[in-house]
Each structure stands twice: as C-alpha cells, then as structure tokens.
C-alpha cells in the first residue's frame, strides 16, 4: 500500500467520522426541538388523565374560555355592585337633605321644634291651683 493510499483512507475516515458527528449532533438538536413541540401541543391541546391518576390539564384555548368566563361573571358582579352603590348613595343624599334645615319641612326643622317646644314647656312655671 503506497502513501498516497493511506492519506486517501486517512482523509476518506475523517471525512466518514465528520458526517457522523454531524448527524449526531444534528440529531439531538432535532430530538430536542421535537421534545419541546411535543410539549407544546400537550400544553395546547391539553393532556388526559393518566392511569397514576393524575388530573386532567385542558388545553389553551379551554383555560382561556375559563379566563374569559370567569372575567364576565366579575364584570356582572361589578355591574350589579355598582347599581347597588347607586342607590345606597340615592339614599344617603335623601337622609343628608333631612338633616339639614328647610324652613320646617326636614326631619330636623321637626325635631328642633319639638326641642323648642319642651323647652319652652319646661321653662314656663307652672301655676298652682
């Protein structure tokens, strides 16, 4: 076998030993890339119990129909806690107007009167018959 025979098998090896490191290494990452979009999908789709018993995840668009479901429940909550606080604050303007004085018409100008007049009762002497 001449020189230029073992350098041609030599380079021919290498070249061989390349390829196959390359295919290894562009496996793993393909390996890796397929383990994630598997992951993915299962995070989409959602995953089925499995025997060990474990709960069911639902999928993305399941959890955002959830999100959304739970959203509008709290969008009628605030809106029904908003008529609420309407008529309270109706309320509470009506019983503020009857505290302040009007000229006799308000639960005070009635409540001042009658302090008025029992006071006036009581500051009057009284007569003995």
Do not use: C
Request: proline share 3%; net charge negative.
């Amino acid at each position: 076998m001449s020189w230029t025979q073992v350098v041609a098998y030599a380079v021919g090896t290498s070249a061989l030993i390349g390829v196959a490191v390359g295919m290894w290494k562009l496996g793993a990452a393909l390996a890796i890339g397929l383990r994630r979009l598997a992951r993915f999908l299962a995070d989409w789709f959602g995953e089925e119990p499995d025997a060990e018993g474990n709960t069911k995840r639902p999928g993305v668009l399941r959890r955002l129909d959830q999100i959304e479901s739970g959203q509008r429940a709290t969008r009628e909550e605030v809106a029904e806690q908003a008529q609420q606080l309407a008529a309270l604050g109706a309320r509470v303007a009506r019983i503020e107007k009857e505290l302040h004085p009007n000229g006799g018409g308000t639960f005070r100008d009635r409540v001042e009167a009658a302090l008025s007049h029992s006071d006036e009762a009581n500051s009057q002497p009284e007569s003995r018959e």
